[in-house]
């Protein structure tokens, strides 16, 4: 792993700065590299009626499966913010697909539930170094647009969305076997790889200086702050909110609405396409008041996490549905809760501010499909939705509402 190397203040004024179009590619690179990740996050809650018909499982570990992932995620936050101190940015990026990618092809060599969860957890450890690094490396080099950064970031993981169940269903089809996409997607993670090393330039990733210092110096110099403590705490109930619809909804088509493969798969993909409203998303991130913004979202994911497990049978209303929750809470939620988090601490606190994020959403994260399978199992699926999204955005709508501006 190569160490990174510190820019000193003012050295990067010094330097001729290449053509930003170079730079744009370079980042497309990096975001083709995490549409395979998204593509990965997508996979198993597709196959997950399939393994547990195998394997015998039930609908609650199915569901831990399912959001396993996000528990190496949590994981591997705050360590990752810890390696991005020591080591470039580029190499720690190299590396988490290097894990996501082995996890998702063993995944289909699992001999049971134990070494399945571990497989699973893995890729979460690999997925989380992959998005830390790749925040942070973002917000250094677009420092004057985080929030749209962001977005970009998401609307990558709407294209992986999009992509992602579409072709896992068709290579089901065409294989009979949920092990297929599981060892297609973790061979293009590898592929992904080798372009990365090839393509990108240690003066993308590694920017700092004099860019982030012109952007930052409004944060806090410390990440025990008023802001960055409720954004954790929000962040907490936004993984339970966003992964009891991710882990769960394909189950919920599939078994309670009895959808095929290739339905489920393509209202998950509809979901991603709204995703793609991402940029948008943190364009309005970088303009309106976070108390504001967050407050509205939470409230209006709250109406809708109702409407999807009401148990609307209509493939049209489950795709409208799905496409609203992919514009609004991947798409705005989510990228702002990832912005803010930055935007709430000054720029050399960048690193460990997208640890915490990555942390605190990804731990309540790991235990969402798990507890709204639990849910379902003794209360019914309306009464999973109602509690495990509806109330828990309400919470997270107050919360919001005592959030400041950065330098307020």
């Not at 528990?71 to 360590?79: D, E, R, S, T, V």
């Not at 209006?300 to 514009?327: D, E, K, P, R, T």
């Not at 991947?330 to 709430?344: E, I, M, Q, R, T």
Request: proline share 4%; with cysteine; hydrophobic share 55%.
């Amino acid at each position: 792993m190569q160490h990174a190397r510190p820019v000193a203040a003012g050295a990067e004024g010094s330097q001729r700065t290449p053509p930003r179009p170079f730079a744009l590619a370079m980042f497309a690179v990096l975001l083709v590299s995490y549409a395979i990740n998204a593509m990965d996050r997508q996979l198993f809650p597709l196959v997950a009626s399939d393994v547990r018909r195998e394997y015998g499982f039930s609908l609650s570990k199915a569901g831990f499966l399912s959001t396993v992932f996000t528990l190496g995620m949590a994981l591997a936050g705050l360590p990752t913010s810890w390696l991005l101190a020591r080591f470039s940015r580029k190499a720690t990026l190299q590396t988490g697909i290097v894990i996501f990618s082995t996890g998702t092809v063993l995944t289909a060599f699992a001999h049971g539930f134990a070494d399945m969860l571990f497989y699973r957890t893995a890729t979460g450890v690999g997925e989380a170094m992959q998005l830390t690094a790749l925040l942070t490396a973002a917000a250094g080099y677009f420092a004057r647009s985080r929030g749209a950064a962001a977005g970009a970031i998401n609307f990558t993981y709407g294209m992986g969305a999009i992509i992602g169940p579409v072709l896992a269903a068709a290579l089901l089809a065409l294989w009979k076997t949920w092990r297929a996409p599981m060892i297609v997607f973790g061979v293009l993670g590898f592929a992904a790889l080798v372009v990365v090393a090839g393509a990108v330039r240690p003066w993308l990733t590694e920017s700092a200086g004099q860019r982030e210092i012109q952007a930052g110096g409004s944060g806090a110099l410390t990440l025990w702050n008023r802001n960055s403590v409720i954004l954790t705490l929000m962040s907490l109930f936004g993984g339970m909110i966003m992964y009891g619809y991710l882990g769960m909804y394909p189950t919920y088509l599939r078994e309670h609405l009895a959808y095929s493969p290739a339905a489920a798969g393509t209202v998950m993909s509809v979901f991603g396409l709204g995703a793609l409203g991402s940029i948008g998303g943190g364009w309005l991130g970088d303009r309106l008041p976070p108390r504001i913004l967050m407050s509205g979202t939470f409230l209006l994911a709250g109406m809708l996490g109702y409407l999807l497990f009401s148990g609307l049978q209509i493939f049209a209303a489950a795709a409208a549905l799905s496409f609203a929750w992919g514009l609004l809470v991947p798409g705005v939620l989510y990228v702002n809760l990832a912005a803010y988090h930055v935007k709430a601490v000054s720029h050399h606190l960048a690193g460990s501010a997208s640890g915490v994020f990555v942390t605190s959403l990804y731990s309540s994260a790991a235990i969402a499909g798990y507890s709204m399978g639990w849910l379902a199992n003794h209360a019914g699926w309306i009464t999973a939705g109602l509690i495990q999204i509806s109330l828990l955005s309400c919470v997270g709508a107050l919360l919001a509402a005592f959030l400041t501006r950065p330098g307020d």
